[in-house]
């Protein structure tokens, strides 16, 4: 699902260079959910901005969901993201708009026939607990709330990735073990999941492969 | 692609929506604009028309030397005809033109009684070709007309005519310029606008690009807003020029037939109006696909 190979991203040039990733290989199988892990400043957030080309990396080979990321040509970015759903630590969603109609709009955005988004739309608020908030609107919702319709509007589209970028960060313990569930339950229907986080405690929690970042070095790739 | 398009179509009412004051005031200002060039376009059309009826009135008076006796008449005729481009030719004798003079004066006529003898002149009414009766084609006419050993002087009839056409022409200019000044003026304002909702949407366009959105998909809704804004300022100019028109033609079609010559003003041509509408959807649309703003993702 996910191969990286020898990839480094270096942002700016001469006395201001930095490079956020060096010689990064990886290989993420189909089905697999793996915990991307570092300190905040790791290259994490980089490395994921690379997996969904918001960003292209300055050396080395990316392929995702059977896209030649780093040779991607700018009209085909959209095909690519179809395949990925994403959640931010910011859950990002509309203001104007309930939470029904943040998950709806991905589907109306992507073409889907108009007697299908209701019912999708429905199944995923289901699938994250939020099915009686579908008509509350953002700034009703709590963090967790907020993070939960995030999710939802991430797999409306029945991704086959789903990157999760500190999904629980501004979230107490609670909340984010409700996220973690959440997310493995989505993993154990079949999506592919690579989960970021720089909270340390999660990852012996998880139990799952764990890739460390630090300075932007794959420092160890266990489990 | 039918929800594609009714998406697009219900971000772009959003957009009006959330354009608010800017947005309406780039309506108005796309209104002004083609009320301006709506305006100027009937006028010169109008004007276009009484210069062209004029080609079917025009008259040059040849004025004689001397009044040829009857059986030269004739010749004299001839003569002036074979100048070339007349369509038709009538002479007027000295004792018609008198009558002519009587006539005119009403009851004063007995004036002309008392003149020991007849002043006017023997005459021949000239006619020119429809295809040169212009302004150019008439002054050559005259110029040829004048050659003519029995001809004493000519009148030609366009120098009002040149003048008519001269302000046609400049009427024309000034039309084009004040009509380009304010639609480049309605472009940029529907940029604003355009470029403000665009910015209060970053978040939805992120969101967009995320999830897998084209581009076309992310920025057509600007420019339907942007048409749906040219589309309703075209409408409400067409209604501004409507009410002028009806206000104005009473109070000016007594003046027409002595002033240019025109009987009456005609309005826009139902075709000429769709051309004035779809102008005011390509400002609107100029202006939308102009609009800068993205969202990174």
Redesign the interface.
């Given at each position: 699902m996910i191969r990286l190979q020898h990839v480094s991203m270096v942002f700016g040039a001469g006395p201001s260079r930095v490079a956020a990733l060096s010689d990064v290989s990886f290989h993420i199988g189909k089905g697999e959910f793996v915990v991307l892990t570092g300190a905040s400043g790791a290259g994490k957030t980089t490395l994921l901005r690379l997996l969904?080309r918001?960003e292209s990396p300055s050396e080395g080979d990316i392929d995702v969901a059977g896209f030649d990321v780093s040779a991607l040509r700018r009209?085909e970015i959209?095909?690519?993201?179809?395949?990925?759903g994403?959640v931010f630590q910011d859950a990002?969603l509309?203001?104007g708009r309930t939470v029904f109609e943040n998950v709806a709009?991905?589907l109306?955005?992507?073409?889907?026939?108009?007697r299908d988004i209701t019912p999708k739309a429905f199944a995923a608020l289901k699938a994250v607990g939020l099915s009686a908030r579908a008509q509350a609107y953002p700034h009703q919702l709590s963090q967790g709330e907020a993070q939960r319709a995030s999710l939802a509007?991430a797999i409306v589209?029945s991704p086959g990735l789903l990157l999760a970028d500190e999904a629980t960060g501004n979230l107490d313990e609670e909340m984010a073990n409700e996220i973690l569930g959440l997310v493995k339950d989505i993993w154990s229907r079949g999506t592919t999941v690579l989960f970021a986080t720089h909270q340390a405690r999660l990852v012996p929690q998880l139990k799952r492969r764990t890739l460390r970042l630090e300075g932007g070095r794959l420092v160890k790739d266990e489990g | 692609?039918g929800?594609?398009l009714?998406?697009v179509m219900n971000e772009a009412m959003r957009d009006l929506r959330r354009a608010g004051k800017i947005g309406l005031a780039a309506i108005l200002l796309i209104a002004l604009s083609l009320t301006a060039l709506g305006g100027f376009w009937l006028l010169s059309l109008n004007l276009g028309r009484a210069i062209d009826q004029w080609g079917d009135r025009v008259r040059i008076i040849v004025y004689l030397k001397d009044e040829p006796a009857a059986a030269k008449v004739d010749d004299v005729l001839q003569r002036i005809e074979a100048v070339g481009g007349i369509q038709r030719l009538r002479y007027v004798s000295k004792a018609e033109a008198l009558r002519a003079l009587k006539r005119s004066l009403g009851s004063q006529a007995d004036v002309a009684d008392q003149l020991p003898r007849n002043p006017l002149p023997a005459s021949v009414e000239v006619t020119p070709d429809a295809a040169i009766a212009t302004p150019e084609g008439t002054r050559a006419l005259v110029g040829r007309l004048a050659t003519v050993p029995d001809v004493e002087e000519v009148q030609g009839g366009s120098q009002w005519v040149d003048g008519l056409a001269q302000f046609r022409r400049l009427f024309q200019g000034v039309g084009l310029v004040i009509g380009a000044v304010l639609a480049v003026a309605a472009i940029l304002t529907v940029t604003t606008a355009t470029t403000l909702v665009l910015h209060l949407r970053r978040?939805?366009m992120?969101?967009?690009?995320?999830?897998?959105?084209?581009?076309h998909?992310i920025r057509a809704p600007r420019l339907v807003q942007g048409m749906a804004q040219g589309l309703v300022a075209a409408i409400i100019a067409l209604a501004a020029l409507e009410i002028a028109y009806a206000l104005a033609v009473p109070r000016l079609e007594p003046l027409l037939p002595v002033t240019i010559g025109l009987e009456r003003v005609t309005f826009l041509s139902p075709l000429q109006a769709l051309a004035l509408i779809g102008a005011g959807t390509l400002l609107g649309a100029l202006g939308g696909l102009l609009a800068r703003g993205r969202a990174?993702?």
């Open positions: 969904y918001a009209s959209p095909r690519l993201r179809r395949s990925i994403i990002k509309l203001a709009f991905v109306r955005v992507l073409g889907t026939a108009r509007r589209k | 692609m929800i594609l009714s998406f978040d939805e992120e969101i967009m690009r995320l999830v897998g959105a084209t581009e998909v990174t993702a």
